[in-house]
């Protein structure tokens, strides 16, 4: 079987081997090194801008989240092409057959879903070409399939958020939790003593964030959606796109169907470029900010780093669960703003009470990876535009000389926690006790339902009262604000959001809003 690697630009195919990228993250010269055998050894090479590891200060680094997806590929398939779904790769743990060369280093972890991969010492700057060995536990495929598999390797840029206690709330926001610490002592916390409207206890198990995790850097950009969707079947691109199944199996033509609403406004620039057929064959998706034919899918215009709107709570989850991830929680939130520092009244996520808009409207290079804003000032952020507009590439605010405040970024290197788009985060109001039951160890496992939703346990989406004049609670927030929202929406320990959709009866509200994206942790 002829092995290929392809560009992800060209997707008219399924492929041997495709490298997926984050914001500026490269995985490139994918090599099965022992095709035909169990346990594939992988080997890539990687590099990524912006990063750094440090010992005062934050005292983090960031990092980047490996993993792999596999697809069997039927005996005699001419050049490797398969439409059998994709799956998740976990890896063996075993240090005999994983490498990185310097400046990088690695660490397994415990559910084997992937691998980190970080600075060894510190340092700040590009990380260069690197090579890197993974082994993966897969068997050999046996007949009707060939020996050999499908993989696409996957990277998230992740940012390493280090145990320690933090200051929660800023007794003046809207919403705001009580002014207390979360520390190594915090167990249960009673409604009296966290305030925020909040009804109930929450559980000991709750992450609140004292813990040490990883953040995405990012908000997960388009092109990581467009990947996502690349990777489910039919059935499962139906549930996580606008679109039904008759459009999914319709010729989209030479310009493309926009797929996550339907006229790709808010800069949302998703496609689907070659249909689908129905239960056997899913759809391709690709970026098209500037539209084909004119403009080619996937051009480098095409806004692929601009941040993913129109995800609804549904849409979040599912790919946190695909990626290995969980979500990230209402405290974690202010965890990761506001680091160990003491908290400020009205402070935004940036530390100060500075900010400066950016918007769509004006824009250096837009839609390209080298997007910034025409502006700058402390406190870069995209907020107060008007509805019709949309955010701007995930990481645009920061520059190579930036600080915390003139990028708009966290404590901890997090990049546009404050504005842009919602951050969707598990919490809410814990109605009846209900909520609150997600814990460290509810991760995605890789794998969706038949339907294409997540299915991991204590991820709650609602619940119902069971009475029709009641309403559904949901049991997560909207944090950070987005480009359309008021600036008092990016302050850290604003909670206005924290029961954003509500519904009457049994009449459920889920909804695709054009400010609404998301991120994950682990």
Known sequence: MKKRIINLVFLMLLFSFISLNGNNVRIMNVVNTNPGEANPILTFDIAWDNSWRVSTGPSNYDAVWIFVKYQKVPVGAPNCESYLEWHHATMTNDSNYFS???PLTYSFVNDAMGIFIYRSSDGIGHIDTTSVQIQLNLPVPTFPYDSMYN?????????YIPEGAFELGDGVSSYTFNSITIDYNTTTLTSAVLGGGITGTIPAEFPKGYKSFYCMKYEISQQQYV???NTLNFNQQVTRTNLNATQLATNPGLSGVCAMQASCLNRNSIKLIQEGVNNSRPGVFACDLNSAPGDPFNSPNDGQTIAMNYLSLADLYSYLDWAGL?????????????GPL????????????????????AL?????????????????AAYGSSTSNGPLRVGFSATSSSNRENSGSAYYGVMNLGGNVWEIVSGGYNYSNQGYKLTYANLGDGELDARGNADVTNWQTVIYTGRPDYYYYWHFELRGGSYSSAANTLRTSDRSKNAPYWGFGNTSSDQRLSDVGGRGVR
């Open 227 to 229: 990947d996502f969707l």
């Open 100 to 102: 990185v060369d310097t």
């Open 342 to 361: 003491a908290r400020i009244g009205n402070e935004y996520i940036w530390g100060t009470t500075n900010i400066t808009q950016a918007q769509s409207t």
């Open 364 to 380: 250096n290079n837009p839609g390209t990876t080298s997007e910034t804003s025409t502006v700058s000032g402390p406190g870069l």
């Open 326 to 338: 969980r979500p990230m929680t209402n405290f974690e939130f202010e965890k990761i703003a506001r």
């Open 151 to 159: 993989f696409k390797v996957f990277a998230i840029e992740m940012v």
